[in-house]
């Protein structure tokens, strides 16, 4: 199992990094923890950016987070503001982007995510975010939409609602691509761990608490 698991090298963070996912996935939060690790643990400068405009509360809620951090905060709100971000944001370690949580199951709603999304010329990790509670199937499914955003790598939350975890090791089998880091639980911005192939097999049959 150990030999089949893939796992994205932290060291390997580009530095934008964008979060796309269904409603509910808990990608905000999940951005938000991510960023508190590297303001708190790593001295890193951060900024925090949203495309996010249709979400009632969206932009406030990352607003209000990146006050907390000290850390600047914009919006993005098509693919000309991509050069002013990467050119305005130079002097930053990390640029985390959040991206509307469309389901994506028409083609108006794939149609305004792609108004939004990074440019080819931008080098940057696309986050898909997903939660551990759901079947494999659906996870398939939510995987299928989302393969135009060409995701570099996986990130699942609400590992601390779900029964079981073979979900994560089936999908990561299937779909072939790495594994970024985990949410663990609600709490900012303690439950969040990058993962490992050494977490995951301790997940998957329960040898310590989850949050152990």
């Known amino acids: 199992m150990l030999s089949e698991i893939q796992i994205r090298p932290q060291g390997d963070a580009k530095r934008i990094q964008c979060f796309f996912g269904p409603a509910g996935s808990g990608k905000t939060s999940h951005l938000v923890k991510l960023a508190s690790y590297y303001v708190i643990h790593k001295n890193k400068k951060v900024g925090i950016l949203s495309s996010d405009t249709e979400k009632v509360g969206a932009l406030d809620q990352l607003r209000i987070y990146a006050q907390i951090l000290n850390v600047p905060f914009g919006i993005l709100s098509s693919q000309s503001d991509w050069k002013a971000v990467v050119d305005s944001l130079q002097n930053l370690d990390y640029v985390l982007i959040d991206f509307p949580g469309s389901p994506l199951k028409d083609l108006e709603q794939i149609e305004k995510l792609k108004k939004v999304l990074p440019q080819d010329a931008v080098s940057c990790d696309k986050h ?67 993962a490992t192939k050494e977490r995951l097999i301790d997940l998957i049959f329960k040898i310590s608490k989850l949050k152990g």
Request: net charge negative; proline share 4%; hydrophobic share 45%.
């Open 128 to 194: 898909l975010v997903l939660a551990a509670t759901l079947k494999d199937k659906e996870a398939l499914e939510i995987t299928e939409r989302y393969r135009m955003i060409k995701p570099t790598d996986i990130i699942f939350n609400k590992l601390d609602e779900a029964v079981s975890h073979g979900l994560i090791y089936n999908y990561q089998k299937q779909i072939k691509l790495p594994l970024f880091s985990f949410g663990i639980g609600a709490n900012l911005p303690e439950d969040f761990e990058f």
